[in-house]
T-cell receptor, first 115, second 109 residues
Framework: GAGVSQSPRYKVAKRGQDVALRCDPISGHVSLFWYQQALGQGPEFLTYFQNEAQLDKSGLPSDRFFAERPEGSVSTLKIQRTQQEDSAVYLCASSPEGGNTGELFFGEGSRLTVL | QKEVEQNSGPLSVPEGAIASLNCTYSDRVSQSFFWYRQYSGKSPELIMS????GDKEDGRFTAQLNKASQYVSLLIRDSQPSDSATYLCAVTGNTPLVFGKGTRLSVIA
């Protein structure tokens, strides 16, 4: 596709439910990043993939958060046993560059609301 | 821990004026600096990057970097109502991109 595609755009979950958020990056982009953006805040780094390798997961807030990119393209962010504090917009970004590049292309985000 | 500080605003400027947005960062090993624009309800979009001390101009936008002072700024000349958005300063070096909280800019027609 022409841009980074994320689904679902909106997700409402009851506390304790598991959710899965999907990201389809720009074709050929090596790097894929997940960020979490709470209302009124800047994006907070969660995790980074270069191809299929998860090179940095230091931003994942707890072991309830898990991300994968098994074939080096589509990525899924999974949140188990959701809590109210998980409510945020989850942004996926990709880049043709490897490493700690700052030139990211963002998807429209998945807005998660946990009741 | 790397921190990026921005005044949250809102910064209000009249149409046609110069908007000045400022950012400071804490990590001296930071190497690359970026400004992203985020419209309400939309995702961030890269508008400027700067890698060395001095000024970099692109159309109505000028980014300024002073590594000694750990200071980055963005000037928007001839501000338009369509420039009204949140501007995010972001920094990288040895770690993935770190964002500030953003400054909300409002350009009044």
């Amino acid at each position: 596709g022409a841009g980074v595609s994320q689904s679902p755009r909106y997700k409402v979950a009851k506390r304790g439910q598991d959710v899965a958020l999907r990201c389809d990056p720009i074709s050929g982009h090596v790097s894929l990043f997940w960020y979490q953006q709470a209302l009124g805040q800047g994006p907070e780094f969660l995790t980074y993939f270069q191809n299929e390798a998860q090179l940095d997961k230091s931003g994942l807030p707890s072991d309830r958060f898990f991300a994968e990119r098994p074939e080096g393209s589509v990525s899924t962010l999974k949140i188990q046993r959701t809590q109210q504090e998980d409510s945020a917009v989850y942004l996926c970004a990709s880049s043709p560059e490897g490493g700690n590049t700052g030139e990211l292309f963002f998807g429209e985000g998945s807005r998660l609301t946990v009741l | 821990q790397k921190e990026v500080e921005q005044n949250s605003g809102p910064l209000s400027v009249p149409e046609g004026a110069i908007a000045s947005l400022n950012c400071t960062y804490s990590d001296r090993v930071s190497q690359s600096f970026f400004w992203y624009r985020q419209y309400s309800g939309k995702s961030p979009e890269l508008i400027m990057s700067i890698y060395s001390n001095g000024d970099k101009e692109d159309g109505r936008f000028t980014a300024q970097l002073n590594k000694a002072s750990q200071y980055v700024s963005l000037l928007i000349r001839d501000s338009q109502p369509s420039d009204s958005a949140t501007y995010l300063c972001a920094v990288t070096g040895n770690t993935p991109l770190v964002f500030g909280k953003g400054t909300r800019l409002s350009v009044i027609a």
